[in-house]
C-alpha cells in the first residue's frame, strides 16, 4: 500500500524479494547499499541468524528522485526463504506494492524455485493481492555457476505470464538494478493508474 | 488498484503532529512517533535528530506484524499493547484502532505509569483523527497526483 504524504510531498512504496532459500534475495539488497549513494539510502537491516539467514526481513529505504514535486522512496524487503519461516513471510507481504522473485537458476534448485513461486501465489491471495495483478518481475540469480539450467527452460516453469525477467548474478550486481528499476517502473506505473 | 492508498493531507498531518508533540510532553517522553502498520513513518516528536527513525519505523512495524501473528494463533484479535524495558531507555507501543502504531520512548525522567495514562488519551484523539482521514480518502473526489505522471516522468528517475 504506496503512502502519498502531502504534507511531505512524498511518495513511499513497499517492493518484497521473494524466492527459495539461499536465492540471493538478501545478496540483492546488500549491492543495491553498497552502490547506492549514501544521501539516497538509509541504514539496512538484516534480522538474521548467527549463520547469517534471514530470520524475519532485510529492509533498506531508498529514495530515488523526485517526480512532479514528490520524492519518490522505496522500502525494500526481504522474506526469509527457507520453507519453515512461512508465517514470517506473510507478514511481509503485508501492504506490498511491487515483488521481484529471485530464481535460483541452478539445476537442482528448479523445484525449490517453482514451490517458492506457489507459496507467493498462497500468500498473496491470504492478503488479497493476486500475482497476476501486482507489480511484478522475475531474476534468474547466479548465472555464473556452473550447472545452471537454461533462461528458456527458468522462463517455461517460472513465468508463465511473461513478466519482466533478468539474468542476474548478485554477488557481482550483474541485473541487480536492472531488477531493481523494472519493478520500480511498474509500481509508479500502477500509481498513476489507481486513484486512491 | 489491489491497494487503497494510504494518503496524509497537510490539515490531519498538522492535528497529529499537535498530538504527537503535546504527548511528548505530557508524557515527559524522550521521543515520541506515529508509523502505519506497513513500516511507513508518519510523524514524529522530540529528540529525534540523533535517532534513525526510519529503520525504527520499520523494526516497529515487523514487531506488531509478528505480535500479531502470534495472537492470531491463540485466537486473539491483537496484542495491543507492547513495553521493552532497557536499562537506560524503555519503549512502549501501542496500536491504535488496528491501523497505526504509536511509539513512546521515555527514559528514568518519566514511568510507564504516566506514559499509559497519556497514550490512552492520545490514542483516542489520533482514532478520531484517522477515522476522519481514511473518510476523506475514500471519496472518489480525491485525486492522485499521480494520474498525470509520463513515461517520461518515470524514465527520468533513472536516468543515472
Redesign the interface.
Known amino acids: 500500500m504506496s503512502f502519498i504524504n502531502y504534507m511531505a510531498r512524498e511518495i513511499n512504496c513497499k517492493i518484497v524479494y521473494y524466492g527459495p532459500g539461499l536465492c540471493g534475495k538478501t545478496t540483492n539488497l546488500q549491492y543495491i547499499y553498497e552502490r547506492t549513494n549514501p544521501d539516497a539510502k538509509g541504514k539496512m537491516i538484516s534480522l538474521a541468524t548467527e549463520t547469517d539467514r534471514t530470520l524475519f526481513f532485510d529492509f533498506l529505504p531508498l529514495a530515488l528522485g523526485e517526480i512532479r514535486g514528490f520524492k519518490t522512496r522505496f522500502h525494500l524487503y526481504t522474506v526469509p526463504g527457507q520453507v519453515f519461516y512461512d508465517a514470517s513471510r506473510k507478514l511481509i507481504l503485508k501492504g506490498v506494492d511491487g515483488v521481484v522473485f529471485v530464481a535460483d537458476s541452478q539445476i537442482d534448485r528448479m523445484e525449490a524455485n517453482e514451490e517458492s513461486v506457489e507459496n507467493l501465489k498462497t500468500n498473496l491471495e491470504e492478503q488479497g493481492y493476486k500475482l497476476e495483478k501486482i507489480p511484478y518481475v522475475i531474476q534468474y540469480n547466479k548465472r555464473d555457476l556452473p550447472e545452471v539450467a537454461t533462461v528458456e527452460e527458468l522462463r517455461e516453469k517460472l513465468n508463465p505470464m511473461n513478466v519482466p525477467d533478468f539474468e542476474g548474478v548478485a554477488r557481482t550486481g550483474v541485473g541487480v538494478f536492472d531488477t531493481l528499476k523494472a519493478v520500480a517502473k511498474l509500481v509508479l506505473t500502477e500509481l498513476r493508474k489507481g486513484g486512491p | 488498484?489491489?491497494?487503497?492508498?494510504?494518503?496524509?493531507?497537510?490539515e490531519e498531518?498538522?492535528q497529529i503532529q499537535n498530538v504527537v508533540d503535546r504527548l511528548v510532553k505530557d508524557a515527559n517522553a524522550k521521543v515520541v512517533f506515529i508509523v502505519?502498520?506497513?513500516?511507513?513513518l508518519?510523524a514524529a516528536s522530540g529528540d529525534v535528530d540523533n535517532l534513525?527513525t526510519?529503520?525504527l519505523a520499520?523494526?516497529t512495524a515487523?514487531n506488531i506484524?509478528?505480535t500479531?501473528?502470534m495472537a492470531k494463533l491463540l485466537k486473539e484479535n491483537e496484542f495491543a499493547t507492547q513495553f521493552h524495558e532497557g536499562e537506560k531507555a524503555n519503549i512502549h507501543i501501542q496500536l491504535v484502532g488496528n491501523r497505526v502504531i504509536l511509539v513512546v520512548i521515555f527514559d528514568s525522567k518519566s514511568s510507564l505509569g504516566l506514559v499509559r495514562l497519556r497514550v490512552r488519551r492520545a490514542s483516542e484523539e489520533l482514532n478520531n483523527i484517522f477515522e476522519a482521514l481514511l473518510k476523506k480518502?475514500?471519496d472518489?473526489g480525491?485525486?492522485?497526483?499521480?494520474?498525470?505522471?509520463t513515461?517520461e516522468?518515470?524514465?527520468?528517475?533513472?536516468n543515472d
Open positions: 488498484m489491489v491497494n487503497p492508498q494510504m494518503v496524509m493531507y497537510e498531518f498538522n502505519d502498520k506497513n513500516g511507513q508518519i534513525d526510519t529503520s520499520s523494526l515487523g506484524a509478528a500479531g501473528g480518502v475514500a472518489p480525491a485525486d492522485s497526483p499521480f494520474a498525470e505522471i513515461d516522468d518515470i524514465d527520468n528517475l533513472f
